[in-house]
């Protein structure tokens, strides 16, 4: 039994707009409880009866057949009262176009505009742009182009889409990138370049942190730039470096304390973490250079060397050091003061003069060693130092002298000097008569 024809099929003059009637309609099977496909088949009169192989549509749908392979190739226009849908099927692309050129096309997985310069826009005014510039014949490239009054791109969590982020329009171009839990405070900006300087703004944040590999390695806070990360097995390096060797070329690192009131100083300091710092640097209040053994200038005992403005500048070193003088001296462990005392050793009497004797003696024109007996006995007075060497595989020691107190020790030497003259002087003076 076959079923029975649709009550409407075909081209009808609609009238149920009464105020816009009568109307050209073109129907298609399934009024009320009929069953019939409601399509529409536009195909070639050589494709006639084609098996089209769609299953039935509840909503009426329109097909428009290629000539070359109709049955599976082809375009429908449909809505399912949710969506309105257009499926090319057997089609590569859905092209959109203008005057026969494409100028929108969807793929399978992508929505293209295939012609260089052709951009995506957002706004009434085209606001934002997004294209693909040729502008750079030779570098083709992506370029975001931002509305000229605002001059920024906000990123954000869909949430704070719609912040008033009340930051005023810019003159050149800015990112902002916005926290997610205060975004309309809490951003950072950059670009805003003026054409003379580019920026990074922390804007609502403590510190701005570079880091490498998710490691805070440099900070830079309102009065700070810091680093500081742990570089196992290795020496953490800031280096500035100029590396032209024109005849002006130089390099520095500076700091600088303003002005001669205030009270803090310009200086560098290195520091040992169990405590031990030494520091050089200007002490403001007292005008001077400084090189001191402790984390602040112009203290008594923690400077080592002063050095005032004049010109040519006058180095004063710390003598405050207990060194005494040497007239008595313990020849086991070189303790020594101007009376006689006890100590671990024979203390005796002693002729600073006479000491210098076997130093001078061993000064040739090789390199100290430091085991030079006149070397090695000031050094148990103090007045000299010998240390090996810190180094591996350096096989020599530091033979030092300690200026402080080899003056005091050159002191104490014409003192004894001048008191043997002053002796011999007076016994001169009775033979005399
Ligand atoms: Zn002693």
Redesign the pocket.
Known sequence: MTAAPPKYRGFHRGIGDVSNSPVLELLVGGEGTETYPRSLHIASADDADTDWNVAASTDPIVYVHSSTTPATDYVSLTHDATNAIINAAGATNLNLQIAGTTVAQVQANALTLPTDDDFIALGASDDFQLLWSDGDASNHAAVIAIGNTSQQIHITDVGAKATDWNISAGTHPELLIHSNTTPATDYIGIGNHDGTDAYVNAAGATNLNLQIGGTTHFQVAANALAHSAANSGAETTLTVTNSSNDASAGAEIGVVAGGASASGDAKFSALETSGHELTLGIDTSASIGVLAMNAALGSADGDAIRITDAAPPVITYNAAHPTGTFDYV?E??G?HGGQMFE???LVEWHDDVAALAPLLGDIGPGRLTGFEPGVQHLAKLGVMEITPSDHEGEDKNFVGIRLDKAQWFTWSAMQQMYQRIDHLEKRLETVEV
């Open positions: 313990c086991s462990c303790a100590c671990c050793g």
